[in-house]
């Protein structure tokens, strides 16, 4: 194998890798990640890991520090709001495109998310239960088949992929989460765009405000400053 292609293999294998344990949160918010630490955890040279680095902060998971390394991406409240409102908009228009053409395959393959995240919420399995949570809204999205709205998705969702990580620990909330998504199902198949529509907004606002609520109640605040740190709360 040539010697570039290799290191594109590599550094797809550590991008992957690096990921999954910051969605894990397996790499904590504001931890540093250390070049030559990961490549030797991961038995690579420094160079996979650096191009690896370089994919993760464009997807906004680390800040890269020059000669140094990365240091794991830290929410403030104001990213917070920012991500949940976008998302709001991008998922209601989803819905509003998928609902008059959706077809029984789709619902079908909706009502097996919803019955796998069950599944392993009885298992206590978190992790499973957030992969597919985010299924559930990725298909959403990738079925509305507006390409321009699924890049626009793909932009922000790897960062709502950790933020739904952590408000899985949330006392009741996954449950409530699946039962929503179980209401969204039901409107759109009987073709009621309107109430879809509304449905997912209240969903998607609802765990914005939950994370709102969380800093609130921990600071004993009402009023707080959207530039917190949410890494020391959630």
Do not use: W
């Not at 906004?60 to 990213?79: E, H, Y």
């Not at 009621?192 to 606002?205: G, M």
């Amino acid at each position: 194998m040539p010697e570039d292609i290799k290191y594109l293999v590599l550094s797809e294998v550590v991008y992957q890798n690096i990921r999954e344990s910051i969605i894990d949160c397996k790499y904590k918010s504001g931890q540093r990640l250390l070049l030559k630490k990961i490549a030797d955890e991961m038995k690579v040279s420094i160079t996979p890991v650096r191009e690896a680095f370089k994919k993760l902060e464009k997807d906004g998971l680390i800040r890269i520090v020059p000669n140094n390394g990365a240091i794991v991406i830290v929410f403030t409240l104001r990213d917070v709001v920012e991500l949940y409102d976008i998302r709001r908009q991008l998922e209601c228009l989803a819905v509003e495109l998928l609902t008059d053409t959706i077809n029984k395959k789709i619902l079908d393959e909706l009502v097996e998310i919803c019955d796998k995240s069950d599944s392993y919420l009885k298992k206590g399995n978190l992790n499973l239960y957030v992969i597919y949570n985010n299924e559930f809204h990725q298909l959403l999205v990738k079925s509305a088949q507006n390409q321009r709205l699924i890049k626009l998705y793909n932009e922000i969702s790897r960062q709502l992929s950790i933020l739904a990580r952590k408000t899985a620990n949330f006392p009741g909330k996954p449950k409530k989460s699946v039962a929503e998504h179980r209401e969204i199902i039901k409107a759109m198949a009987q073709k009621n765009v309107e109430l879809a529509k509304r449905l997912i907004q209240d969903h998607i606002k609802s765990t914005k405000m939950d994370i709102l609520k969380e800093v609130k109640r921990i600071l004993k605040k009402e009023e707080i400053d959207f530039n917190t740190k949410i890494n020391k709360f959630i």
